[in-house]
Each structure stands twice: as C-alpha cells, then as structure tokens.
C-alpha cells in the first residue's frame, strides 16, 4: 500500500489550472518536507516546489515561477500543488515526496527541490497539456 497518494491530474488546454492533491495520511514515520517533481518523457526529473511541515518554502524555479503555488494541510497531512496557466510544457507525470530526515531549529522551516533531499514518493499523476 503506497504511502503517498497524488491525485487531480488529467487533460487541460493551454491556459488552464489544475490542482494536484498528496495525501500523505498513510505515512507512517514523521516527515518534514513536502516535494512535488514532474519529468517528462526524456527527461530528468525536476522540483517544481516544496513545502515545509511549519510552512517554509523555497523558491520555484524559473520554469514555474508566478504560475505554481503549494500549500497544505497539516493536520490532514494534505498537500497541494495549484498549477495556473498551464503550457505544454508542463506536460509530465507529477509527483509528491516526503523528506523524513530529522531536523530542528530554523531547519524545521526550510525544504528543497532536490531529488536526493526525499526519501518517499508516491506513483505520480499524469498531467497534460496539448499543444
């Protein structure tokens, strides 16, 4: 049974949005970091954007920035990833991860979009937007 559930993919045009959800209640271990990657065929994948449990986050990348927003739930252990005008180029299975690896501190607010950095991932959800 997969820990991490992604949901809310499917077929959009151009200009479109789509909400991803994560449902990390099946994680079993506590985590602190949330991770949503995408990767299209061909090529590698990449972080689109990461939550902290305490609600830091990091910068999007430029790919993404101003149109890709994440947010969540904590009590719920329900993550979101809102996707805005979406382009063809965002066409890719998305996928969320979780980063179990302790920390305190000022730690407790950081994340980061490395692939490395995430120790669970769900199965991915297909996204797609044809040109």
């Known amino acids: 049974q997969r820990q991490l559930v992604e949901s809310g993919g499917g077929l959009v045009h151009p200009g479109g949005a789509l909400r991803l959800s994560c449902d990390a209640s099946?994680?079993?271990?506590?985590?602190?970091?949330i991770g949503w990657f995408r990767q299209a065929p061909g090529k590698e994948r990449e972080g689109v954007g990461c939550i902290s449990r305490w609600g830091g986050v990091t910068d999007a990348p430029e790919s993404v920035k101003g149109r890709f927003t994440i947010s969540g739930d904590n009590a719920r252990n329900l993550w979101y990833l809102q996707m805005n005008s979406l382009e063809p180029g965002d066409t890719a299975v998305y996928y969320c991860?979780?980063?179990?690896?302790?920390?305190?501190?000022?730690?407790?607010?950081?994340?980061?979009?490395?692939?490395?950095?995430?120790?669970?991932w769900g199965a991915g959800t297909q996204v797609t937007v044809p040109s």
């Open positions: 991860a979780v980063d179990s690896t302790p920390r305190s501190g000022s730690y407790l607010y950081t994340c980061g979009l490395g692939r490395v950095e995430y120790d669970t």
């Open positions: 099946r994680f079993t271990l506590n985590y602190y970091a």
